[in-house]
């Protein structure tokens, strides 16, 4: 059968990638770095704003960008462990690698806004849960890092796994936006446009400045001397 390049990665789809693995990098970097911690909350809070606007494009954004498109039911899983199913994206068993690590990191983020690490740091939305609180969500802010590292190793195992064994190069298209493909049913990714990423950017940078305080009430100003009665 001919052979044929389609589309199946758009642009904002492959930056949000890339920009993830990037700040994941840096973010746990800096997070074992006490001296770095102030520079860990800044990454955090780009975090949100890569994790806000993904969940927007997974909506609005281009065909194998969508939640609608990639998230499996049991018809579709099934399919695939029989080996009946064919499609470009995420294939099912992706799929659940793809949510269980946007689970993962959008916990991570929200502990990190409201953390304490009782050591002169403390997240900007820490003032609306109780220290208590903000102390134990801390320490699994903490742990679930290694959660995150053992995902992102299965994922990328997967993809070698599919590269040697089955001769499937999974990680070219997130570069190039393109697949070579050989069945005429595969159709190339359609949506998205400026209109749609104008909008989740919008949401995005609004969430991030949520997420770093805009919202808190300002700082009682500071104490006045009293003037001296002469």
Same mark, same amino acid.
């Given at each position: ?5 389609v ?18 990098i ?5 997070g074992?770095k006490?001296e770095? @911690?102030?520079l860990h909350?800044q !990454?955090?809070?780009a !975090?949100v704003g890569?994790?806000?606007?993904r969940?927007?494009?997974?909506i ?6 969508r ?10 899983l099934l399919?695939?462990l029989?080996g ?10 992706g $799929?659940f690698?793809v949510?269980?690590?946007? $689970? ?5 983020v929200?502990?990190g806004l409201v953390s304490d ?9 820490k003032?609306?849960?109780?220290h ?6 801390t320490g699994l802010?903490?742990k679930n890092?290694w959660?995150?590292?053992g995902l992102?190793?299965?994922h990328?195992l997967? @993809?070698?796994?599919y590269?040697v064994?089955?001769n499937?190069?999974?990680l070219t ?9 050989d ?5 190339? $990714?359609r949506?998205?446009g400026w ?5 989740a950017l ?6 991030v400045?949520?997420a ?5 009430p300002?700082?009682?100003p500071?104490?006045?001397?009293a003037?001296p009665a002469?």
């Open positions: 059968m001919e052979k044929r390049r589309r199946v990665w758009d642009v904002p789809t492959r930056l949000f990638h890339w920009l993830l693995v990037l700040l994941t840096a973010a746990f970097i800096t074992f006490g770095f @911690i102030e909350g !990454i955090g809070l !975090i890569l994790l806000a606007f969940l927007v494009w997974g609005i954004g281009s065909t194998y960008a939640f609608a498109q990639f998230v499996p039911g049991p018809g579709r399919a695939y029989r009946q199913w064919h499609g470009l994206g995420h294939n099912p068993l $799929a690698s949510l269980g690590l946007l $689970a993962l990191m959008l916990f991570q929200c502990s690490n009782e050591a002169g740091f403390a997240g900007p939305l003032n609306l849960i109780s208590e609180m903000a102390v134990f969500l802010h903490t890092i959660l995150i590292i992102v190793s299965l990328v997967s @993809i070698a796994f590269f064994a089955k499937n190069n999974m298209p997130m570069f190039t936006g393109y697949k070579t493909v069945d005429p049913a595969l159709e190339p $990714a949506g998205g209109l749609p990423f104008i909008l919008s949401v995005a940078v609004g969430i400045w949520v770093s305080g805009g919202l808190n300002p700082p009682p500071p104490p006045q001397e003037a002469w």
